[in-house]
């Protein structure tokens, strides 16, 4: 395609994307729908157990799998820019090892499972912080790549603490935890789904209110401070929203892997450079992916379903895989 | 307009002072160059003024205010800065790129007016890059000689009345670079202050009003390009033989560095 295409398809093509993928994982699963009978069923018309296959199980679950992908390619979007990092992205920060090893404990102290998403959720911002905290003792002002050494670092020290919290939890919690880490939507509700939103909106719109910071500090620290930004504090703040949303994703569906590393690398190929609508349209295409990929995790094997998180890694490492040819 | 009080700097773990009490200024209407040998607190001269660096003793103020008393986005609004390096993490295209330098008067949310639109569009024109813009290059496309002119045309779109250069001309072939050089003192002559962080000596005497020469995090020398552009002074900064000599076509002092014959 000629990059004057590119200019004129892009954005119908992601809101397109994501409402194909929201209709068809409405109408697709063990009881297919035809369009008009999904139609019906939105608007609470026709058979009864259409609509509450569509109302009630499909529905809520294709939003909140939207909402997580949506979350999760705002966050990474903004944390490449902001770190000048294409490999960054939000679990690096160590929202993913903190928020399973949240849940694994919340699950190995025997915590009802209603409380799991809490317990994911104080993991998360727990981890970052000791990210953050560790990045700062080892003296740096906020440089990008000690800040993502921390992440790593403590991203293998959850690991060791997961490894043995399992090694001596009764073997159900264990399934329970390991299901959890692999990620899923399968228990999506509408209450699950509108308090999700609430954080996407607000992450979202704070780091969308930022992203004319994030362009500026793209070009590098003294450059930032240049233009008059303070780099540490402004990038400081964006970790920070980026963080949350993506805590927040990982507390309602556990680890979803790769969204928010590949999800900006689309978009950019799209041909968008500057931040404000880079983040929209990863917001877009995060939705579209992680729609499709619970799609595809639900009707791939019936009646079992795949873990989510599996299923965003199988695509999303390939394609990662080839931006690193054309990076390197 | 912008002056150098006893500024101190110590990076942490150093050893010695990066700065150790260097004063002078740099008044609109004149270009001020900062030469000296490599390490001897030429950069760190601009992390100071951009707050990058703590400075331990002295100030830097701007307008006769220090500049931590200025806000980060008042101080943009009038000192542009060109700093030694930057590498874009991703791809912007020469408009967009130039566009950001409007990012002090603009803030995250307010869109380009049409002020704004004039600003960059005479700073691509000025910096000799608006053909880049035009056809829609991508920075990380373009020789290392269009990428600083296209980051000076950053700066100019930036506006403000001093601009501040850290080495700008490195990668300017000869053409380029004397354009660059006649650019800045076109700025002069508009009232703009110039400081210029430079390794050219010979083009600095030619074109500077006042050269402050390095040495060791100290002034070793100050003042018009005759009075610091001596054979004396420069060998012993520099340590290195050399010969100053009178350029026969303008009259400026030139810098020849000699060879040194070493023994087999």
Known sequence: MTTALIDRVRWPLLVLAVVAALLLAVALGTISLAPGAVWDALLGRGDPAAITVVLVLRLPRAVLAGLIGAGLGISGAALQGTMRNPLAEPYLLGVSGGAAVGAVLAVSLGVAAVFLPIAAFAGAVLAVAVTFFVAHAAGTRGDARILLMAGVVVGAFANSVIMLVLGTAPSNAVRDAVWWMMGSVAAATWSQTAWLAVYVLLGGGALLAWSRQIDVLSLGDDTAAALGLAPEATARRIYAAAALVAAATVAAAGLVGFVGLVVPHIVRGLGVRRHRPLLVGSAFAGAALVILADLAARTLRPPSELPLGAVTAIVGVPFFLSRLRRLA | ?264
């Open chain 2, 1 to 264: 307009m912008i002056r150098y009080e006893d500024v101190v700097v110590r990076y942490p773990g150093a050893s010695r002072d990066a700065l150790a009490g260097v004063g002078f200024h740099a008044e609109r209407g004149r270009l001020t160059a900062v030469v000296g040998p490599n390490g001897s607190g030429k950069s760190t001269l601009v992390r100071a003024l951009l707050g990058r660096v703590v400075v331990a003793g002295g100030a830097v103020r701007v307008d006769g205010a220090p500049v931590t008393e200025h806000g980060r986005g008042e101080l943009a609004k009038r000192v542009a800065v060109i700093t030694q390096r930057e590498d874009l993490a991703f791809p912007l295209t020469v408009d967009e790129y130039v566009a950001l330098g409007r990012f002090p008067h603009l803030g995250g949310w307010r869109g380009a007016r049409s002020i704004d639109r004039d600003a960059i569009e005479h700073a691509l024109t000025r910096a000799g890059v608006a053909a880049l813009a035009r056809d829609g290059r991508r920075v990380q496309e373009l020789s290392g000689g269009e990428w600083q002119r296209v980051r000076l045309a950053r700066a100019l779109a930036q506006g403000g009345e001093a601009l501040v250069l850290d080495e700008p001309t490195t990668f300017l072939d000869v053409a380029h670079e004397m354009a660059a050089f006649e650019l800045l003192h076109e700025l002069t002559v508009e009232g703009v202050a110039v400081l210029l962080v430079s390794h050219q000596l010979n083009l600095v005497a030619r074109f500077a009003d006042e050269i402050v020469l390095l040495h060791d995090g100290l002034v070793a020398a100050a003042g018009s390009p005759d009075d610091v552009m001596q054979a004396a002074i420069l060998e012993r900064v520099y340590e290195w033989p050399l010969v100053v000599t009178r350029d026969p076509a303008v009259g400026a002092p030139a810098l020849l560095p000699l060879r040194v014959r070493r023994r087999t």
